[in-house]
């Protein structure tokens, strides 16, 4: 089965999971990338997750929201430095997910946030760029 240009087969875990938001993240960006997964918040509600990635090589996260849930509906993703005004977001009816938004964080935190319907979640000053296993 062909989703969203993501081919999904019986050896690939569960959509929305850590492979598919490295597969996504990797595949949109411009250039060579190399992301890797970091880390994940659940939408309440098991309504879907989000997912922040890190690129050692050119010192940018990506994001996105995977939404469970059937049918188009409202999903978003944001990604900024901790204490910045430099936001970077996607929003809108989706069927599959929201993103992905890359942001250049070398040495500096960030703030990652995504939404399904109406329930969301954030996390903050997180994942300081430059050296991802600082929390």
Known sequence: ???????????????????????VCNSESSGETNYEWLESLTI???????HLLWDDTTGTNCAMTFGSVSGRTYMDVGLQHTGGDNAVWDHGDFTQYA?????????????????????????????????????
């Open 44 to 50: 309440p509600d098991g309504l879907g997750t989000v």
């Open 1 to 23: 089965m062909v989703t969203a240009g993501l081919v999904l087969s019986a050896n690939t875990a569960a959509y929305g999971d850590e492979a598919q938001a490295v597969q």
């Open 99 to 135: 993103g992905p938004v890359y942001l250049e964080a070398n040495f500096v935190c960030v703030d990652y946030t995504g939404a399904v319907g109406d329930r969301s979640a954030i996390d903050e000053n997180r994942r300081c760029g430059g050296n991802p296993g600082l929390e």
